[in-house]
């Protein structure tokens, strides 16, 4: 399945927070949307890094409660993958697999056009293996 039938089903959805707001920002944008992620960007289309729950924990750890009061971009991850709508679920699972992260942006023309999670990529997977199992299944009970 591609990227775009992911984004058709769920929605083009993406939130983002600019790079010089307050990780403590951040994670009230994470806690008020029940995201796991942000995309950081100062202008709402270009991807600048990202900014997830997993990254302020880690955050924490080292630098205790004063990572709260400062910016984004110094906790955001840099270097972001990011996928076009014409990537396949399956590739990009295997990216996310890889290396280890739960969202991945999507990017069209330069411009950020949506987020698929690890969770709606492996939906849309299970979704594909249930529609092969029924056709298989139509097909053996014609023959």
Known sequence: MMVATILQG??????TIAPDRTV?????????????????????VDVAGIVSERDIVRG?????????????????????LTCSPEDTGRGILGYMTERRIRHVPVVE?????????IGDV????????????EALREYISHT
């Open 10 to 15: 769920k929605g083009n959805s993406v939130y």
């Open 24 to 44: 403590a920002e951040a994670v009230a944008e994470l806690a008020d949307r029940r995201i796991g992620a942000l995309v950081v960007s100062a202008n709402g």
């Open 60 to 80: 924490l750890a080292e630098s205790g409660p004063a990572l709260l009061e400062q910016p984004v971009e110094s906790l955001m991850t840099r270097d972001v």
């Open 109 to 117: 023309n330069n411009r950020l056009s949506g987020m698929v999670s």
């Open 122 to 133: 492996v939906k849309s997977r299970l979704d594909e293996i249930m529609h092969e199992a």
